[in-house]
């Protein structure tokens, strides 16, 4: 009779229990699916970088019939790689693409030139929002930058985070 007395006061204790840490491990659970979701679009728009960075790197701009023609394709690469701006996993907010040339004394040349978020062609500089290294006199070099902005979605804190993405390869190809 004394041992049935010292359990009936735990009636309810693991249901009280569970309600008080419920909230905790949900806030837990939804972080952590929200940082792989996160970290999964990262490595999409890192990758997204990368693939037309080396597929420009590899396309020949006298093939190609001319920087804008050559500005063109290597964004349309970016697009399809990326995915558009509206898809939900890949997709991105921002994209350039450009080429780099640098003279005998190591300046931008004239024969470099970008495009931004599928607008007109600039000549005579690289993507404005990167800062290309300077590989020396002579060198060429193809700029990818892409941008997303993410914004998670947690019981009550909702972050935006800006992924960001560049990628510069040494050109291969001709120039005109």
């Known amino acids: 009779m004394q041992a049935f007395r010292r359990g009936r006061g735990d009636d309810g204790a693991a249901a009280v229990e569970f309600a008080l840490l419920f909230p905790i491990f949900m806030i ?6 929200n940082g792989g979701l996160a970290f999964s679009r990262q490595i999409n728009v890192t990758q997204a970088a990368r693939e037309a960075s080396r597929y420009g790197a590899t396309y020949d701009i006298v093939t190609a019939g001319g920087l804008t023609t050559w500005l063109t394709a290597l964004d349309t690469a970016v697009t399809e790689s990326a995915g558009n701006a509206a898809n939900p996993i890949g997709g991105y907010n921002y ?28 000549t005579g500089q690289g993507c404005p929002s990167t800062t290309p290294p300077n590989l020396g ?5 193809v700029q990818v930058a892409l941008s997303r902005d993410v914004q998670f979605f947690v019981i009550f804190i909702n972050p935006k985070l800006q992924l960001d993405a560049t990628s510069n390869t040494p050109y291969e190809g001709r120039l005109p």
């Open 28 to 33: 837990l659970a939804m972080g952590v699916i």
């Open 137 to 141: 006199p002579g060198s060429k070099l």
């Open 95 to 122: 994209r350039c693409v450009g080429l780099v040339v640098r003279d005998s004394a190591g300046n931008v040349s004239s024969q470099s030139g970008y495009k931004e978020n599928g607008g007109a062609a600039v």
